[in-house]
């Protein structure tokens, strides 16, 4: 396959976000959450889970441990027990204790609205940090690279098949798209490759970005 022109690249980059506005005008983060501390946790609580894994812990979780000093509080044990059907459950719990205890501790309970300080709370990397500046906050310092996005940018030829690292993906795809719409894209991105790029079988027939998909690593028919 020919390598494509950077301009071709960005005008193709364009339509894809037109389409997908048009698909998802309505894409949205799939964790629940009523505040900028408990998308935080949602967040932590994520990472090599599923969304919906850490849906059905989050409700008696955040009971239990309604602010950042009732979880910097409590013994790491009782927040391992309220989640322990999350996997890698007893490093999410101390880091959900460390980082509560650096909030409720230098910053009276609230989350921060920096990448930087976000950064050096424990367990938070800058994926986590884009989730929460970008949906709690509308605050557009990056875009969410998950599983997903991973995924669909390199079936979409914006990144090389094998290049896995999601910061590096990251700085292709904001470059490619709009500051306004970063996390219009991580959202819409992460909610396409659910439902219609899927892992093992992408629904190409039924998506609306396959005339402008170069389709790469996806079996033809």
Not at 98 to 103: E, I, K, S, T
Not at 204 to 219: A, I, N, Q, T, Y
């Amino acid at each position: 396959m020919a390598r494509e022109s950077k301009a071709k690249m960005e005008a193709r980059a364009a339509e894809i976000l037109r389409r997908l506005h048009r698909e998802y005008p309505d894409a949205h983060c799939f964790l629940n959450f009523a505040s900028p501390l408990q998308l935080l946790i949602a967040t932590i609580l994520a990472a090599q889970a599923t969304d919906e894994g850490v849906n059905k812990v989050t409700p008696d979780l955040f009971r239990r441990f309604p602010t950042a000093r009732a979880f910097a509080e409590a013994e790491v044990g009782q927040i391992e027990d309220a989640i322990k059907t999350i996997g890698l459950f007893r490093n999410k719990a101390k880091s959900i204790h460390g980082a509560c205890r650096v909030l409720a501790d230098d910053y009276g309970g609230d989350v921060p609205r920096t990448m930087e300080e976000l950064v050096k709370l424990p367990g938070v990397g800058r994926k986590t940090a884009n989730v929460v500046l970008g949906t709690a906050y509308g605050v557009q310092a990056g875009i969410v690279v998950d599983t997903h996005a991973l995924r669909l940018s390199g079936r979409l030829g914006f990144t090389p098949l094998d290049l896995q690292d999601a910061v590096k993906v990251e700085r292709v795809l904001i470059e490619l798209f709009p500051q306004e719409d970063w996390t219009f894209v991580g959202h819409a991105l992460t909610g396409h490759g659910r439902f219609v790029c899927t892992a093992r079988k992408p629904n190409c027939p039924e998506c609306v970005l396959s005339d402008v998909c170069p389709k790469r690593g996806v079996e033809r028919n």
